[in-house]
């Protein structure tokens, strides 16, 4: 197996958006295991995956991003990026006034907006972002005054849209304390190498009754709840290679379909042909 790719922050500075150009397109294409060091922006932004996989990390979480869902990331809020299927990665970085969070269109401080998450897709929401202008502010380049108010228009809507787009329960909460997040980075590793908290717990040297504290403590939860959004991340990666319902089920450990099935109505309250939309 390869190495991982480490990458610096994907050149934010030649897509710096303003009030002229509110809402600026990068596309770039990364491959399996690059990894993209933490990094922050000043403005809002929105990652989502043209094509592929890739997983966001921040200080406290981890969120997968498929084709079938954004991420949105406040200003200044650090992050990293793990490529977890070949990518086309698109990121939209938005211009917002000075103390506003939330897309542009809001009239309030909405507190949902101050913090990382992740939104449905739409078609609408997905077409208007890939036919953004995604060249860099290179050698003296500029828009001419029709593609200019062309892109005005595409990004008045795109902000719109991005108000209306749903949020879907797919951020892993991740802790502070050193052992956990050891812990619960193995998991996210390989969910699927033990079930029990009593071996991921040896694993990491400490008793079932520590590890279970720690949960409790620092992340308001239990072992199991926490490892079963694991699970739907890595289902969502699962159904991004359009494999069957069936195949993702035995992949994550479950006897059968049904026994998946249930698990996700009663986690998200959504059926999976739903929530796994790719």
């Known amino acids: 197996m390869s190495p991982p790719v480490t990458r610096g922050p994907l050149t934010p500075h030649l897509y710096l958006p303003d009030a002229q150009r509110p809402v600026r397109a990068k596309l770039l294409h990364l491959n399996t295991d690059t990894r993209v060091v933490p990094h922050h922006h000043a403005c809002a932004q929105i990652a989502l995956s043209a094509t592929g996989v890739v997983r966001m990390t921040m200080t406290d979480g981890s969120f997968i991003v498929p ?3 954004a991420l949105w990331i406040p200003p200044g809020v650090e992050h990293a990026v793990s490529v977890v299927e070949d990518a086309e990665l698109l990121t939209l970085y938005l ?43 290179v050698c003296g380049f500029t828009l001419s005054a029709d593609e200019l108010q062309r892109e005005k228009r595409l990004s008045a809507l795109l902000f719109d849209e991005l108000r209306r787009a749903r949020p879907v329960p797919l951020g892993i909460a991740l802790p502070l304390e050193k052992r956990l997040r050891a812990l619960c980075q193995a998991v996210l590793d390989d969910p699927t ?7 991921w717990a ?4 400490a008793s079932p009754r520590t590890v279970a504290r720690l949960f409790r403590s620092e992340l308001q939860t239990s072992f199991v709840q926490w ?3 694991v699970l739907l991340a890595r289902a969502v990666t699962l159904a991004a290679r359009r494999l069957p319902m069936a195949s993702i089920a035995a992949e994550l450990g479950y006897a059968s379909a049904s026994a ?19």
């Open 67 to 69: 084709p079938s869902r």
């Open 95 to 137: 211009h917002q006034p000075r103390g506003r969070f939330g897309p542009k269109v809001a009239r309030t401080l909405d507190t949902p907006w101050r913090q990382c998450r992740v939104l449905e897709v739409s078609q609408l929401l997905r077409a208007l972002a890939l036919e953004l202008d995604a060249r860099p502010d």
């Open 193 to 199: 190498r033990h079930t029990t908290l009593a071996d």
């Open 202 to 205: 040896r694993d990491a040297g």
């Open 227 to 229: 490892r079963q959004q």
């Open 260 to 278: 998946f099935s249930a698990m996700v109505r009663r986690t998200v309250g959504t059926p999976p042909s739903r929530f796994l939309v790719s």
